[in-house]
């Protein structure tokens, strides 16, 4: 019912700055809470951020927290990740996903619909 496309996602530096965009189509964009998730090569997908149907309500990985900022544009269909300050153990493929429901949740299997990921690599 949902799809989403990631975009965005290229070579960077270390200090350098990113921003991760997730259009949706399909379906009513403001219904779902959106997250965004990331994998490294070998390592299971971990939670990023998450943002719900209004903006109002935010999740961050302490990993990330004081760097990445989630945002939504619901008349866009369109949900945001600004990265700052990246780091090489930023580098990943970036997903996007889409949540029924209202409460933001960090859990994987929560989620319904899903990107085909971005790639982010941060040289050190």
């Known amino acids: 019912q949902v799809q989403l496309v990631e975009s965005g996602g290229e070579l960077v530096q270390a200090g350098d700055s990113l921003r991760l965009s997730c259009a949706a189509s399909?379906?009513?964009?403001?219904?779902?809470?959106l997250g965004w998730f990331r994998q490294a090569p070998g390592k299971e997908r971990e939670f990023v951020a998450d943002?719900?149907?209004?903006?109002?309500?935010?999740l961050y990985a302490d990993s990330v927290k004081g760097r990445f900022t989630i945002s939504r544009d619901n008349a866009k269909n369109t949900v945001y990740l600004q990265m700052n300050s990246l780091k090489p153990e930023d580098t990943a493929v970036y997903y996007c996903?889409?949540?029924?429901?209202?409460?933001?949740?960090?859990?994987?299997?929560?989620?319904?619909?899903w990107g085909q990921g971005t790639q982010v690599t941060v040289s050190s």
């Open positions: 943002i719900s149907r209004s903006g109002g309500r935010i």
């Open positions: 996903a889409a949540k029924a429901g209202y409460y933001p949740s960090s859990y994987r299997s929560e989620y319904d619909y």
């Open positions: 399909g379906g009513t964009f403001s219904d779902y809470v």
